[in-house]
């Protein structure tokens, strides 16, 4: 049976090799039994690594190297092809804009973003932050990775550049000329393979939060500075996408865990609620939040990089 536990601890230590078979350890983080998660497959998806929260029930995941997106629903658990993107493409973290109706996609090492228009599924507006990685790189010169929406417009991560990208956006929901805000602080460490990943916006988009998955750690980012500090208290190594509601913050760990944090009012420290784990989660990336859920999408890179699994899927838990 699948099971999922939870736990209440200050700080949790474990370890994941992505080429690899996952080594989960966990040490003095009492569990008990959960409600069974749900799995949302996606029909033919040859990878997966980000989500999106639409209107009402639904959702979009992407199919982390073909770069198409599916559209699915949450009450029905169902999912489906939606995009098919053009050859060359990647999706990785995305965020929907469902008031004017658009879709933004990371590209990962394309070095892109993409826009895309969530009635026709046509490309609205592309990208091109960094110059593409070569395939023999390693590490990636450029891993655009997660994206978040602000009053503004939209800020999105590079793992391996001390960066963030911001597409501003008009009143009419029209996405403008990118700009690239050098980040300063202990956001800007580029010292590992991959970085910067998961990002959030606090404040009506006044402060950002980014997650760095090579130091484990949480940090603030002033937008208009670029200046950054460590949320102290927070320990989540393997760090990936992020989700946030109020001061509730839930770390998306590639270790097969999310990590419940509670962030204090001036965001400088933070306190590990509850850890959440389950069987059926499998390098888990990314998440949204709805209706008292989290929605997971297991990226199954202990198969290798690129993945060799025979089905991707989407993990549904109590948060």
Excluded at 6 to 23: D, E, M, N, Q
Excluded at 120 to 144: E, M
Excluded at 181 to 204: Q, Y
Excluded at 301 to 310: H, K, R, S, V, Y
Aim: aromatic share 8%; glycine share 10%.
């Amino acid at each position: 049976m699948p099971r999922t536990t939870r736990g209440t601890t200050s700080r949790s230590r474990a370890a994941v090799l992505l080429t690899g078979t996952v080594a989960l350890v966990l040490t003095g983080i009492p569990s008990a039994a959960a409600t069974s998660p749900e799995v949302i497959v996606l029909p033919g998806a040859s990878s997966a690594e980000g989500i999106a929260r639409g209107e009402g029930d639904t959702f979009y995941a992407g199919d982390l190297f073909l770069g198409d997106v599916f559209r699915g629903d949450l009450e029905e658990g169902t999912a489906e092809p939606f995009i098919d993107a053009p050859d060359g493409r990647m999706a990785l973290g995305m965020v929907a804009d469902t008031r004017h109706g658009l879709l933004y996609v990371a590209g990962g090492f394309t070095g892109q973003a993409y826009v895309y228009d969530l009635e026709t599924t046509d490309t609205v507006a592309t990208y091109q932050f960094a110059p593409p990685s070569p395939p023999d790189a390693d590490p990636p010169t450029t891993l655009v990775n997660d994206v978040t929406l602000t009053r503004s417009g939209a800020w999105f991560t590079d793992s391996r550049r001390a960066v963030l990208y911001f597409v501003p956006i008009d009143r009419h929901g029209r996405p403008g000329e990118f700009r690239t805000f050098p980040l300063r602080g202990p956001a800007a460490d580029t010292s590992g393979d991959f970085n910067l990943n998961g990002i959030a916006a606090v404040r009506h988009g006044g402060t950002l939060v980014v997650a760095h998955s090579a130091n484990g750690e949480l940090y603030t980012v002033d937008p208009k500075t670029g200046d950054s500090a460590e949320v102290a208290g927070v320990d989540v190594p393997d760090v990936d996408g992020i989700v946030l509601h109020g001061r509730r913050l839930w770390a998306v760990q590639n270790s097969n865990r999310v990590t419940e944090v509670r962030l204090s009012r001036d965001l400088t420290s933070g306190t590990v609620r509850e850890v959440i784990t389950s069987d059926l989660f499998q390098v888990p990336t990314t998440a949204i939040r709805h209706d008292g859920e989290l929605a997971v999408v297991n990226a199954k890179f202990d198969t290798g990089i690129p993945p060799t699994a025979d089905q991707y899927e989407v993990v549904v838990v109590d948060d």
